[in-house]
């Protein structure tokens, strides 16, 4: 079975500074790993996915995340932060190696940007 | 090209009542997921459903149930409804080969209310 570790249910950073959220998985098989973004009252969003090949990925709106299989983590990152990256921030997990393709989800960080 | 919609967008239900809620995938997509996200939480995997079959089932009573139709859009139903079934409900739709087969795109979800 997999499962996925949020550390930090809120964050709060200044406008132009570094964004870190951290993401620590547990899976017995290589995983998928993904990064998806929440907006109030909307869906999520896919920001970036770690499949394969190089461990460094990067998304959309400046995001990129990096996994470490020794540290078992795979940690969001933006060097500023805007306003606009306000919002509710989910990493999630597969295993494809098990046949299930089901997206196992942390509990959330909520990003906050302070002007 | 049309993502994934999903419709109503909000629902208010009584308790022991019955709910019907649809979704059409992103197109050239032919597999659907259902995830439940409660509030303040990560969303849950329901089920998923692939050539009209249900494939794959997360951890929930069998008051849920789906079906997916021929031209790929789905219903979940919920039954016997229970106060904790108020959540918002996401569809997501993938591909069902290829390794794009694990990246998911996600609707803006259903809002359900249960009184």
């Known amino acids: 079975a997999q499962s996925v570790t949020q550390l930090g249910s809120h964050v709060s950073v200044s406008e132009g500074a570094l964004v870190l959220l951290r993401c620590n998985y547990s899976?017995?098989?290589?995983?998928?790993l993904f990064w998806y973004v929440q907006y109030p009252n909307q869906g999520l969003q896919l920001l970036l996915k770690?499949?394969?090949?190089?461990?460094l990925v990067k998304g959309i709106n400046g995001f990129e995340a990096e996994f470490k299989k020794s540290e078992t983590s795979f940690h969001l990152t933006k060097p500023s932060a805007h306003m606009s990256d306000a919002a509710e921030y989910f990493c999630?997990?597969?295993?494809?190696?098990?046949?299930?393709?089901?997206?196992?989800f942390g509990s959330g960080t909520r990003l906050q940007v302070q002007p | 090209d049309a993502g994934v919609t999903q419709s109503p967008t909000h629902l208010i239900k009584t308790r022991g009542q019955q709910v019907t809620l649809r979704c059409s995938p992103k197109?050239?997509?032919?597999?659907v997921s259902w995830y439940q996200q409660a509030l303040g939480q990560g969303p849950q995997f329901i089920f998923q459903?692939?050539?009209?079959?249900?494939?794959q089932r997360g951890n929930f009573p069998d008051r849920f149930s789906g079906h997916q139709f021929p031209n790929y859009s789905s219903e979940l139903n919920v039954n016997a409804l229970l106060l904790g079934d108020s959540a918002l409900y996401l569809c997501?739709?993938?591909?069902?080969?290829?390794?794009?087969?694990?990246?998911?795109?996600f609707g803006p979800g259903t809002r359900l209310t249960v009184t």
């Open positions: 997501a739709s993938s591909l069902s080969f290829g390794r794009e087969a694990y990246e998911q795109y």
């Open positions: 899976s017995s098989v290589p995983p998928y």
């Open positions: 770690y499949t394969t090949g190089a461990t």
């Open positions: 999630a997990v597969i295993a494809p190696d098990t046949g299930r393709r089901a997206l196992t």
């Open positions: 197109s050239g997509h032919d597999t």
């Open positions: 459903y692939y050539e009209e079959e249900e494939r």
